[in-house]
């Protein structure tokens, strides 16, 4: 039975939190967890493999020579490469704020009662959730300009990168809209409330509440997205890691030292939406008794 089901939220007392796997699946007898562990076995096998070959070629094609890694040890090449981070963290904050005031604004429209602003605000939710980014940079970079639009290129990659996140916030503003229990609506209209203002205090602050982990998280992809910054020539961390790479002919290094860089941002934001998570008292489960995203 879900928290749903009785009524009670995730993790209240008496209630254990329900996993999403308990409530689609039934819970594995003993055979199937004994495959379970001997698949997982056999996955860690061929993983592991599989890194030792790439390592092994790496040695053999002279990756590992100090050449590729010394120039790691100076300041010179860490303050080069933290000017580049700071590009994508100003990249990803303003894409971050774009996408989530459109992405509002859509959402409001598509919710709105008005059936040519639904439909509108439908098209235009669709055309940015199913249009690649990229497309969109090429579009501000290659086709705007021609009609005398001259944007720097900050904003050439900010706002493709903020309107196609845009779309999936509408969807995820909209969503925690939905979840607000409809008794709630069907009493404010009984007190004489208009919809405006139903939505204003009632719907909106709660569905922002329950969204608020998701919003975060959704800021792992608009930082994927800035990765296209080269694009554009937008100095961000890709761009100032291919001028490494071009001065030290060091590919392997660079990008290995760049993506741990991406994993613990990415990880940390992450973490960021678990903390919030926690606080607002939303619950977010992914396995039996961990909260996680």
Known sequence: MSAQDTGRAPGSAGLAPTAIRDVLFEAPGPRTRRLMRACTVVGVILVAALVAVVLRQFYLKG??????????????????????????????????????????????????????????????????????????????????????????SFWMITLPVGLAASGVLAEVFRAGVNAVP??????????????????????????IRFVIPTLVSQLVVVVKDTTLAYVVSYPDLMQDARVLINNYTALVSVYLVVAVIYVVLNYLINKLAAFIAARSGVTLVTRAGETSL
């Open 63 to 152: 990756q590992f020579s100090p050449r590729y890694w010394l120039f790691f040890t100076r300041s010179t090449t860490w303050a080069f490469l933290a000017n580049g981070f700071v590009g994508t963290l100003k990249v990803a904050a303003a894409s971050g704020i774009l996408s989530l005031v459109l992405g509002l604004v859509l959402m409001l429209g598509r919710t709105c009662g008005v059936r040519v602003v639904e439909v509108l605000s439908r098209v235009v939710i669709d055309f940015f959730r199913g249009v690649p980014s990229l497309l969109l940079i090429y579009f501000f970079f290659l086709v705007v300009p021609q009609y005398g639009i001259k944007l720097q």
């Open 182 to 207: 409809q008794g709630q609506v069907d009493a404010a209209l009984s007190l004489g409330m208009s919809r405006g203002k139903i939505m204003a205090k009632i719907l909106l602050p709660q569905a």
